[in-house]
C-alpha cells in the first residue's frame, strides 16, 4: 500500500471530507455538456474508487440525480462539486480531482464526452479521446438516458 493512502479530500468551506482507500483510478476528464453543466466548469476532473472504498470522514454531500442513470453529489453549504458516479452498485464513484487535498495523485489519463469539447479549450492533446457512448456495449446504456438537467 502506498504512503499516500488514503487519499484525502473535501468540498471549500471543510464541512464535507473524504477519504478514498485506494489510489485514484482511471482519472479523466470529462468534456460531455452535462458535466460543463454540472461543474460550472469548461469540463469535469474526476478520479475513482469502488464505491466501497470512499468514505465521508466529515459530513455528507447532497445528491442530485443529474439524470435517470447517475448522481452528482456537492456540498449543500458552499456548493463544491465532489462525486459522480453511475447508479450501478458495481460501477465506481468519481471524485473531482479539485477537491482532492493533492490533486498531484489524480494524473489525468483519458478524455470522455469529447462530442462536447469546446473549440477554444485545447488541453491534454495528446491522451486517448472517446465520445459519450462509444465504448463497447455502451451505446445501448447511454440511449437509456434521460437527463434531469435545465437545457436551454
Ligand atoms: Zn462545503
Ligand atoms: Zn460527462
Not at 469548461?42 to 435517470?68: E, I, V
Not at 463544491?80 to 468519481?94: G, K, V
Not at 473549440?119 to 456495449?137: I, M, Q
Request: proline share 6%; aromatic share 10%.
Amino acid at each position: 500500500m502506498s504512503k499516500n493512502l488514503p487519499v484525502t479530500g473535501g468540498c471549500q468551506c471543510g464541512k464535507i471530507r473524504y477519504a478514498m482507500h485506494t489510489e485514484p483510478q482511471n482519472a479523466h476528464v470529462c468534456h460531455c455538456r452535462m458535466c460543463q453543466r454540472a461543474t460550472g466548469g469548461l469540463f469535469a476532473a474526476l478520479a475513482g474508487a469502488p464505491k466501497d472504498r470512499l468514505k465521508w470522514t466529515k459530513g455528507a454531500p447532497t445528491f442530485f440525480a443529474s439524470s435517470n442513470l447517475a448522481t452528482r453529489g456537492f456540498c449543500p453549504d458552499c456548493g463544491t462539486p465532489l462525486t459522480f458516479a453511475f447508479n450501478d452498485p458495481e460501477a465506481r464513484i468519481y471524485v473531482t480531482i479539485g477537491s482532492l487535498d493533492n490533486p498531484e495523485l489524480a494524473a489525468v489519463t483519458c478524455q470522455y464526452g469529447v462530442e462536447g469539447k469546446l473549440s477554444f479549450v485545447n488541453f491534454c492533446e495528446d491522451l486517448p479521446k472517446e465520445r459519450t457512448g462509444e465504448a463497447e456495449g455502451q451505446e445501448e446504456f447511454f440511449k437509456s438516458l434521460k437527463s434531469n438537467q435545465y437545457m436551454d
